[in-house]
C-alpha cells in the first residue's frame, strides 16, 4: 500500500482535478481511497471536493472526516461555526485502517494552514504519516514564489517531495507560462511529473481518463512527457 499527499501552492490550483487524475490512473491498476481531512466553504448536503472526485476518477472510495460552511481555513472555519476542528488521532485512524493499493490525502489551501487551535498542519500529518507529498502548482505569474515557499516549507520539516504537477495549463499559454516551465522544474530539482490542461475538471469521467494520462508522468500512472512539454511551449 502507498500513501500519498497532495497539496497546493494555494487556494484554486487545480488540487482536486489533479487528485482526480492520480485517483482515476490508480483506479486502473489495482483500489483507490481518496480522503479529505477537512471540507470547508461547502454546506452540509452539498456535493464538495470527494464528489468532483468520484465523478471524474469513478469507482474510488472517498472519506471526508470534517466539514464546515464558511469558506475559510479549516482552524477559522471550525471555530467561526463552533464544531470540533479536525481531530488528528481520528485522521490518523481513518487513514491507517485503509488497506488501498493507494490512499491520497488532499489538504484543504496549502500545506501549512491550519486545521485545529494547536496548529496542526497537512505538513503535520504528511509527516505523521511518513507519506511523501505532491505539490500542485499554477502556470502564470506568482507561481515561481509561492512554489518556492512550499517546496523550503517541505524540505525544512523533513518531508519527502514526490514532484509538481501544474494543475491548469491554459490554452493559450504566454511568456509567462512557458518560461515558468523550466523554472518550476530548477525548484523542484526534477521533471515536472504532469500538467494538466485547464476545464479539465469540466469532462465526464471517459475524457477525463485520457486526459490524466497524457498529463501525469509514468510515476503518477501515465505517459507524460515533460522534455517534450518544454519543447512545445518553450519561449
Known amino acids: 500500500m502507498t500513501r500519498l499527499v497532495v497539496t497546493g501552492t494555494g487556494t484554486g490550483v487545480g488540487k482536486t482535478v489533479v487528485t482526480a487524475a492520480v485517483a482515476a490512473l490508480a483506479r486502473q491498476r489495482g483500489t483507490c481511497t481518496v480522503v479529505k481531512p477537512a471540507q470547508t466553504g461547502i454546506a452540509d448536503g452539498e456535493p464538495g471536493d470527494l ?7 469513478g469507482d474510488v472510495g472517498t472519506c471526508e472526516l470534517v466539514r464546515y460552511p464558511d469558506p475559510l481555513a479549516p482552524a477559522a472555519a471550525a471555530r467561526l461555526s463552533g464544531r470540533p476542528p479536525l481531530d488528528p488521532a481520528a485522521f490518523y485512524n481513518a487513514v491507517l485502517r485503509l488497506d488501498d493499493d493507494l490512499v491520497l490525502v488532499e489538504g484543504a489551501g496549502g500545506l501549512l494552514v491550519r486545521f485545529d487551535e494547536d496548529g496542526t498542519t ?9 507519506a511523501p507529498v505532491l505539490v500542485v502548482a499554477e502556470a502564470g505569474l506568482g507561481t515561481l514564489n509561492a512554489t518556492a515557499l512550499t517546496l523550503e516549507a517541505l524540505a525544512h520539516r523533513g518531508l519527502e517531495l514526490l514532484g509538481v504537477v501544474v494543475g ?4 493559450e499559454a504566454g511568456l509567462a507560462e512557458r518560461s515558468n516551465l523550466r523554472d518550476l522544474e530548477m525548484l523542484a530539482a526534477r521533471p515536472l511529473l504532469g500538467v494538466l490542461p485547464e476545464q479539465a475538471g469540466a469532462l465526464d469521467a471517459s475524457a477525463f481518463l485520457e486526459v490524466a494520462r497524457a498529463g501525469l508522468a509514468p510515476q503518477l500512472g501515465g505517459a ?3 522534455r517534450e512539454h518544454r519543447r512545445r511551449w518553450d519561449p
Do not use: N, T
Not at 497537512?122 to 511518513?130: E, F, S, V, Y
Open 224 to 226: 507524460f512527457d515533460p
Open 122 to 130: 497537512l505538513a503535520d500529518l504528511a509527516r505523521g504519516l511518513r
Open 168 to 171: 491548469s495549463w491554459p490554452a
Open 51 to 57: 464528489d468532483d472526485v468520484r465523478r471524474l476518477a
